[in-house]
């Protein structure tokens, strides 16, 4: 007997348990699960220490401690000009749970919701499980833009949220201030809320990531989302955070208190010194990435794939079919067997017939790893053409 409810029958699983698995069962080289190998800053690291061995272990404050909500009001300020009232800070359980707390809160059955396919794997999960249901724009190769016709014709009188992600996983894109417009032009039109997805802010590649917040009316309708895990290298400290209009914020907090209600007491204010780092160490972490892009990326195409070079986040999608592979799906669970490296197919980002069959010959790779490993994994890559 089937106990699970319908709606979340097709999210019984996530690819990236699986793919980890499949790493760990055959010693390949995982790039496909996007977590660095390497810790965050050594200040960082001391500060939660020292936290934890100095009693801060109980209960924070529901909507996070004032010294990390006043940190994200000063970091947005400080990198976008954004005027925050720490009020409107929300922190979370890593952005996941801010993202569900927003589609929770905010949407429910009869509503629609739009994103940007392939997407973030919990944005369709979420959508299930507030009743709503999700229209999709594809993004497609080689630059992954969208067409402004497309997402034009997803909007419609039941929709009531985008969910804007840029940088963007899986593909790597960054949206430019005129697409940024394009959605905000809609979303205005059709009085939609946005909630923007942000926690690859801090890489990007010679472009500027710009929230689109920052756009003329459009933080009285936008829920920022981003966290601490990318930006520090902590992905398993799940501390995140969500600010906008305070009846939005509002709205997501008397969702997320019964999600969660608070977590990371020793870790929030260790994350807030670490949101007034100089801004050597907030350069330091795209001139790091970017070496870490083209080792990988050069080897990749070596390898024989296509390679669309990413401008943000550390993931690099690439086209398996000049080797040979028509099925990115079937080419991600044979990568571990047959060269020793693991990968994410892009089909499982997408739901729409158009979707899939797009994204089916495409694989992604996470290149956040040290070098040593990158270069490893490209040496085993070089043998895959044969």
Not at 22 to 40: E, R
Not at 159 to 176: C, E, K, Q, W, Y
Not at 188 to 206: A, I, K, P, Q, R
Request: net charge negative.
């Amino acid at each position: 007997m089937t106990m699970l409810v319908e709606r979340m029958t097709p999210f019984t699983s996530t690819i990236f348990a699986e793919i980890t698995q499949l790493a760990v069962d055959t010693g390949a080289i995982n790039l496909g699960q996007g977590f660095p190998d390497t810790d965050g800053p050594e200040s960082l690291l001391a500060d939660a220490a020292a936290n934890i061995t100095g009693g801060v272990n109980q209960y924070p404050p529901g909507p996070g401690v004032p010294a990390l909500r006043e940190a994200v009001a000063a970091h947005q300020q400080r990198f976008y000009g954004l005027e925050v009232d720490p009020a409107d800070v929300l922190v979370t359980v890593g952005a996941t749970e801010a993202i569900a707390s927003a589609v929770l809160s905010l949407c429910t059955t009869g509503d629609e919701v739009i994103a940007f396919e392939p997407y973030y794997d919990s944005y369709p999960a979420m959508t299930a499980l507030s009743g709503a249901t999700l229209r999709t724009v594809p993004l497609r190769a080689p630059d992954f833009a969208f067409d402004p016709d497309e997402l034009r014709a997803a909007f419609s009188a039941r929709t009531r949220m985008i969910l804007l992600n840029s940088p963007h996983n899986p593909t790597g894109a960054v949206f430019d201030r005129e697409q940024l417009q394009i959605v905000a032009d809609l979303a205005t039109e059709h009085d939609v809320v946005v909630v923007s997805d942000e926690v690859y802010e801090h890489m990007t590649f010679d472009v500027p990531h710009i929230p689109i917040a920052t756009l003329p009316g459009m933080a009285e309708r936008t829920l920022t989302i981003s966290s601490a895990g990318k930006t520090f290298s902590v992905t398993g400290w799940k501390i995140g955070w969500i600010h906008g209009p305070s009846e939005l914020v509002a709205a997501t907090r008397a969702v997320k208190q019964f999600l969660s209600y608070t977590a990371g007491a020793p870790l929030q204010p260790a994350v807030a010194t670490a949101l007034g780092l100089p801004d050597e160490f907030y350069t330091s972490i795209a001139t790091s990435l970017r070496g870490k892009r083209e080792l990988l990326s050069a080897g990749l195409k070596a390898a024989g794939f296509t390679v669309y070079q990413p401008r943000g986040t550390y993931f690099i999608v690439v086209d398996g079919r000049p080797l040979g592979f028509e099925d990115g799906y079937k080419l991600a669970y044979d990568l571990p067997s047959l060269c020793g490296v693991a990968a994410v197919p892009v089909s499982v980002f997408a739901s729409s017939p158009e979707g899939v069959e797009a994204m089916r010959p495409l694989v992604r790779f996470a290149f956040c790893k040290r070098d040593e490993v990158l270069t490893e994994a490209v040496g085993r890559l070089a043998g895959l053409g044969n």
